[in-house]
């Protein structure tokens, strides 16, 4: 059954926060930030710019270029953060709700920073079991830069969180960029290294623990998790890459190119290098941050834009997520018959 992209969306904030500003902000010299971390901007949030809000926004881009009704749309997910609007929300209903799918039901899922590529297999499983399910939405924003706290030294590699909303369309029978087969990899022996540890029902918020600024993001244990992730994280993102192409029927030397998240400079290069990519076949975020789930989304459409997708290509997304997961879509992208 062939289903495929039929448009996407995305909504950056005109905000921004430079190098500069973190290598400030954190003590860090800015060589650091930039060459190491990878980091010239990234967009932060502003005032209006609330989670589900900039789904909205990044959802109403992606309906405008798919030219439908938005009562054409079957299903709503939700796939940005649980960090939005309000605590307990269902924001794909209020979604839902703002871009008009009024025939359409709707739920939120979340698998971190892979929730896109989880939503995008969901999508495809609910297609192919319901005949009924012709067009589904996935959008949703991310914003988890306001949980980093720039003194703390155990969360410099989260310093690249950024701001912004994206979302696809998919839609069955569809002959043109056509999603083929995701792979995904989750490892709880990570699962609670990297938390907000204030807010939750193991301890409440209260005045405080607010104070003490226990609302933002830490990691408990640093030293476990950093020779945990060196002795998986490389392996991981290669191994979901090779399955996800393999089950495409396609090898990693058919790839023309890597739509990967934003991580620091050395782990994007080996991943290319080990895959047998050139620079050209990629495109490092280094201009925008970790936007979560919607780097891959991001990298898709400035690739088009600059003209380094052409029809045939295998595209592969990749993405990763605390807790800790892995995952990677293929796309056959461009028109076919």
Request: hydrophobic share 40%; net charge negative.
């Amino acid at each position: 059954m062939n289903i495929g992209i039929l448009s996407t969306g995305i909504y950056l904030p005109d905000e921004k926060m430079t190098s500069k500003e973190i290598s400030e902000k954190a003590g860090i010299p800015l060589e650091v930030i930039e060459d190491k971390m990878g980091i010239r901007s990234k967009t932060i949030p502003g005032a209006e710019d609330h989670t589900c809000e900039m789904g909205v926004r990044a959802a109403k881009i992606a309906i405008e270029r798919a030219g439908i009704d938005p009562k054409e749309i079957d299903v709503v997910i939700y796939i940005g953060e649980e960090y939005k609007e309000y605590p307990l929300w269902t924001a794909a209903i209020k979604l839902q709700e703002e871009i008009g799918a009024y025939r359409a039901w709707a739920f939120d899922t979340a698998l971190r920073c892979g929730t896109a590529l989880m939503g995008l297999k969901l999508a495809k499983s609910l297609m192919v079991a319901d005949s009924s399910i012709q067009t589904v939405l996935l959008a949703g924003g991310y914003r988890n830069g306001d949980f980093i706290d720039y003194k703390n030294e155990r969360t410099r590699f989260m310093f690249n969180l950024a701001a912004g909303g994206g979302a696809i369309i998919l839609q069955k029978g569809l002959k043109k960029n056509r999603l083929l087969e995701t792979e995904i990899i989750t490892d709880g022996s990570f699962s609670e290294d990297v938390v907000v540890t204030a807010g939750g029902t193991k301890n409440p918020i209260t005045a405080e623990n607010l104070k003490e600024g226990l609302y933002r993001l830490d990691v408990l244990d640093p030293a476990g998790m950093k020779k945990r992730l060196e002795q998986k994280s490389m392996d991981n993102f290669l191994k979901v890459i090779r399955e996800s192409l393999a089950k495409s029927g396609y090898k990693e030397e058919d790839v023309g190119y890597a739509a990967i998240l934003h991580m620091k400079r050395s782990a994007h290069d080996y991943v290319l290098r080990e895959l047998g990519l050139s620079n050209e076949q990629s495109i490092y975020l280094e201009d925008y941050g970790h936007i979560g789930q919607f780097d891959q989304i991001l990298s898709l459409e400035l690739a088009e834009r600059e003209g380094k997708l052409k029809s045939g290509d295998i595209v592969v997304l990749v993405s990763a997520g605390i807790g800790y997961a892995w995952a990677a879509s293929t796309i056959q992208w461009g028109n076919f018959e």
